[in-house]
């Protein structure tokens, strides 16, 4: 790392519009969560922060932090990198997995297998790489997107406890999407499914939102996820209160179909650790059934790794939150390339190039804060 970092940049964080979290150094780490659990539950450790992969059979990256920082309010990224000698950032696109052409024939492809087997859902990722020179600090791109994002959204988690490819490696990004939290004996969390681009005249955005609260490709879609969700809460939950109908909400860059789950746990010893594996991976970032998306998302894509996980943080009283980890970028070691991705669910009457046209937006998130157009 830059050796002109200030000296309380974290090495995780995880920013909210009601709060966030950051932490420094690493007493332990675990590439098992249910080894951090049993050491939660077992009060060996304050608190353990980090990544889960989009796998659940993977290594995950957890780590017991030597110092943390709480907050009721959102990550102010520091001084150093928004005027300072650490904000200059140059970052160029070098490449696209796939190319457009094949992420068309991959939609095509899910949307007739839709249609001839039992599965309803997959959602299809699409990939991007990115050179900076010189080499850019992972939270300098954390500082940029909290920056961008309407919500102050934001996170960081080192990968290396992973091991093998994700030594030295940073999760960076803004997520929208609440995977799990906990406080107390109340769970909450909102999914999100069903997008559509936002536009620069206000009219348009307001009618495209207003379109997507009531396309019915986007609310099956939705209506996936929410019953996936609930199914995995309500046997943990004593009571769990779903809406009917999601709302609308938004980022900068796009209009999403949210739901607020909320619910009181049986158990109050439950941590909010165990409730994200429960929970992961849902339709929104997997499809359904699972086992028959995970199939055509093996085949079709590059591995993920940590995309489409989750990141998040647990305490020793059971309490944390997990975001999915969407809207983001790996970086490698050496601060030289990144990639970055953006998914989207596809249905049986999903149209390809409107698909297309969703991944585009999505990517908006990490590309407009690295400067590129």
């Known amino acids: 790392m830059p050796n002109s970092r200030p000296v309380t ?55 017991v932090p030597e110092s943390t920082i709480r907050s009721d309010s959102p990550l102010e990224p520091h001084a150093h990198y928004r005027f300072g ?51 850019v600090d992972p939270l300098l791109v954390a500082a940029r997107l909290i920056d961008h994002s309407a919500n102050r959204d934001g996170f960081i988690a080192d990968l290396s406890p992973a091991g093998g490819r994700f030594t030295g490696r940073m999760l960076v990004g803004s997520s929208p999407e609440v995977l799990v939290r906990r406080h107390g004996s109340t769970v909450s969390a909102y999914p999100l499914a069903g997008s559509a681009a936002r ?22 879609e939705h209506r996936f996820v929410v019953d996936a969700i609930t199914a995995a809460l309500t046997p943990l939950c004593s009571s769990l209160s779903v809406p009917a ?14 739901t607020p789950i909320t619910g009181e746990l049986k158990d109050e010893r439950t941590t909010a650790l165990e409730l ?52 983001c970028a790996e970086v490698s070691a050496d601060g030289a390339t990144a990639r970055a991705w953006a998914g989207g669910g596809i249905v049986g009457d999903s149209d390809p190039r409107a698909e297309l046209e969703e991944t585009t937006a999505k990517l908006r998130t990490v590309l407009r804060a690295l400067g590129i157009s």
């Open 9 to 63: 940049a974290p090495d995780f964080l995880l920013s909210r519009a009601h709060g966030s979290v950051r932490t420094q150094g690493s007493r332990d780490t675990f590439d098992d969560p249910w080894d951090a659990v049993s050491a939660l539950r077992a009060g060996r450790h304050d608190m353990i922060v980090g990544a889960l992969p989009f796998d659940p059979e993977a290594p995950c990256a957890l780590t």
């Open 85 to 135: 000698p650490g904000s200059e950032l140059s970052a160029r696109l070098v490449g696209v997995d796939p190319d457009e052409r094949t992420h068309l024939s991959r939609v095509s492809a899910a949307v007739r297998t839709i249609s001839r087997t039992p599965l309803q859902k997959v959602v299809l990722a699409r990939a991007v790489d990115i050179a900076f020179d010189p080499p």
């Open 199 to 220: 536009l620069a005249d206000r009219d348009r955005d307001s009618l495209a939102g207003q379109q997507l609260r009531s396309s019915r490709k986007d609310l099956e």
């Open 245 to 258: 109908h999601p709302e609308l909400t938004r980022t900068n860059e796009m209009w999403h179909l949210a």
């Open 276 to 327: 994200a594996l429960a929970v992961h991976p849902t339709p929104a970032i997997c499809g359904t059934p699972e086992e028959a998306a995970r199939a055509v998302i093996d085949s079709a894509e590059t591995d993920r790794g940590f995309y489409a996980g989750a990141v998040g943080w647990c305490d020793s009283t059971g309490d944390g939150e997990y975001m999915v980890a969407i809207r």
